[in-house]
């Protein structure tokens, strides 16, 4: 193409997208809408939640953390609020679970074992992402809205 028409299908473009922005600013999302996307949000963190649950429990983690991460010799408790190895955050638990906790940097010397990235299991990103949600949820809550 040649370039003079490139710069001219720019500029088309480039004029019709301000308008619509500023249109959908007016027009803020029905409430029948946002609901339902809130909705959509929930069923999808619930859906990580659960994942990550089975993850945990029937992967490798209860073998030092023990079920539903209450913790024991070899592994600290996951259910508190203190956290050796990262700031507690669901992005920070992510980034332990990828990266593993090696020996060296164990904050107890009486830990025996060092955690291998992804537990030693073969995870795919959205499995690291749905097991971050369960440990996370493990100390905060799920923040799932009960069933009426």
């Known amino acids: 193409m040649p370039k003079h028409l490139l710069v001219a299908t720019l500029a088309v473009l480039a004029s019709t997208a301000a308008p619509a922005r500023a249109q959908q600013a007016q027009n803020p999302l029905p409430a029948n809408v946002r609901q339902w996307m809130e909705s959509e949000q929930v069923q999808r963190w619930a859906r990580l939640i659960q994942a990550g649950d089975s993850l945990f429990n ?8 023990r079920e539903g991460g209450i913790g024991g010799e070899r592994a600290p408790n996951l ?5 050796d190895h990262s700031d507690g955050s669901l992005e920070g638990i992510r980034e332990t679970i990828f990266w593993g906790v090696r020996r060296k940097d164990f904050k107890d010397p009486k830990r025996p074992f060092e955690m291998n990235p992804t537990g030693g299991m073969n995870l795919a990103w959205d499995e690291v992402r749905a097991l971050a949600a ?5 100390s905060n809550g799920n923040y799932l809205p009960q069933r009426r």
Do not use: E, F, K, P
Not at 79 to 83: G, L, R, S
């Open 58 to 65: 029937q992967g490798s983690c209860t073998r030092c953390h």
């Open 79 to 83: 259910t508190d609020a203190q956290w």
């Open 134 to 138: 369960y440990v996370w949820s493990l």
